[in-house]
């Protein structure tokens, strides 16, 4: 068994969630309105991770984040959900720190994520900057 803590009656621990909790929170977030993943890929692509939290209330998955990296500088956290129940109770930010002291630990220098728009005040709260205007990020999508 892996790792898990307890925080406030509320258990983060590194297992993949149970596909069927995972994909009813993930639905809470509306990322995949337009429908662009299956449930399969979707589930698969948090099995592939490089490392993750799933939160649980009691049997309730209520919170995911997850990191894909290479485990030596090349490092995004992506994927992070709380249920909207449970926002503003810091979940969130005790996930966040699970993940980025996991990346210490792993001598992890250089952490990056996205976050949905007017989500940056809470990550900058846990000390993430926004990139460099001069720097900024790129997005492909390939469509089929």
């Known amino acids: 068994m ?3 803590i307890v925080y406030e ?3 983060f621990c590194e297992e993949t969630p149970e596909k069927k909790q995972y994909l009813a929170l993930h ?3 509306g990322w995949n309105a337009k ?3 299956s449930q399969e890929q979707l589930y698969e692509g948090i099995c592939n991770s ?3 939290i799933s939160v649980y209330n009691e049997q309730q998955l209520i919170g995911f984040g997850r990191i894909i990296s ?3 500088y090349q490092t995004f956290i992506c994927d992070v959900m709380i249920h909207p129940d449970y926002q503003g109770k810091g979940v969130g930010k005790n996930l966040i720190q699970a993940l980025v002291k996991y990346c210490e630990q792993k ?3 250089w952490v990056q994520l996205f976050c949905a728009q ?3 005040p809470f990550y900058e709260k846990l000390g993430f900057t926004v990139r460099d205007r001069e720097a900024p990020g790129m997005t492909l999508f390939l469509n089929k």
Do not use: A, C, E, P
Request: net charge positive; hydrophobic share 30%; proline share 0%.
């Open 9 to 11: 009656k509320l258990i």
């Open 118 to 120: 007017g989500k940056q």
């Open 27 to 29: 639905k809470t977030t």
């Open 107 to 109: 001598g992890i220098r």
């Open 35 to 37: 429908r662009l993943f």
């Open 70 to 72: 290479d485990g030596v």
């Open 2 to 4: 892996r790792h898990s």
């Open 50 to 52: 490089w490392y993750q």
